[in-house]
T-cell receptor
Framework: QKEVEQNSGPLSVPEGAIASLNCTYSDRGSQSFFWYRQYSGKSPELIMSIYSNGDKEDGRFTAQLNKASQYVSLLIRDSQPSDSATYLCAVPDSGGSNYKLTFGKGTLLTVNP | DAGVTQSPTHLIKTRGQQVTLRCSPKSGHDTVSWYQQALGQGPQFIFQYYEEEERQRGNFPDRFSGHQFPNYSSELNVNALLLGDSALYLC?????????FGPGTRLLVL
């Protein structure tokens, strides 16, 4: 049974700070990883995907992947109150990104003005 | 280009009833997955449809069934509703890569 673990939080950071969200996964064969953002009462929205070891940057977001440690993280620079949401880490089955996603429980982030 | 759409947005049912939820995938997507999200939890995979066949199934009882139509739209049916079926039901569509979620259907079972 594939497992994805996240700290449930809440994680509270001041506006302008860096928020660091972490995720570990159990299946060493996993090849792709996704971060979704979910505002309260809304559906998950994809914000980042990462497939290779190292860092991937997209605007204020940076995803970091370390397959040897089975660890993926999301950094949000210059955090804004609008970033306040639950962040979900998701890992697909070994069949590929198009297959079943296993999600962590999510980390609730609050950015304080 | 419309994204993933779901209907209805909200639904209230009583125990023992049956419900049908509907999903239209994003244009160009041929795969539809259904997830259940209970309050405070991450989405849990129910099943996935591709080429009108159930390709994968999660750990959900047979009360949960589905269908995919030739135009790739999909239905989720739940029979003999239980209080514990109250949740946000999410549909995700995909092609080769990323899964994109619809707005969800919030089901309340009384």
């Amino acid at each position: 049974q594939k497992e994805v673990e996240q700290n449930s939080g809440p994680l509270s950071v001041p506006e302008g700070a860096i928020a660091s969200l972490n995720c570990t996964y159990s299946d060493r064969g996993s090849q792709s990883f996704f971060w979704y953002r979910q505002y309260s009462g809304k559906s998950p929205e994809l914000i980042m995907s990462i497939y290779s070891n190292g860092d991937k940057e997209d605007g204020r977001f940076t995803a970091q992947l370390n397959k040897a440690s089975q660890y993926v993280s999301l950094l949000i620079r210059d955090s804004q109150p609008s970033d306040s949401a639950t962040y979900l880490c998701a890992v697909p089955d070994s069949g590929g990104s198009n297959y079943k996603l296993t999600f962590g429980k999510g980390t609730l982030l609050t950015v304080n003005p | 280009d419309a994204g993933v759409t779901q209907s209805p947005t909200h639904l209230i049912k009583t125990r023992g009833q049956q419900v049908t939820l509907r999903c239209s995938p994003k244009s160009g997507h041929d795969t539809v997955s259904w997830y259940q999200q209970a309050l405070g939890q991450g989405p849990q995979f129910i099943f996935q449809y591709y080429e009108e066949e159930e390709r994968q199934r999660g750990n959900f009882p047979d009360r949960f069934s589905g269908h995919q139509f030739p135009n790739y739209s999909s239905e989720l049916n739940v029979n003999a509703l239980l209080l514990g079926d109250s949740a946000l039901y999410l549909c995700a569509s995909s092609s080769w890569e990323t899964q994109y979620f619809g707005p969800g259907t919030r089901l309340l079972v009384l």
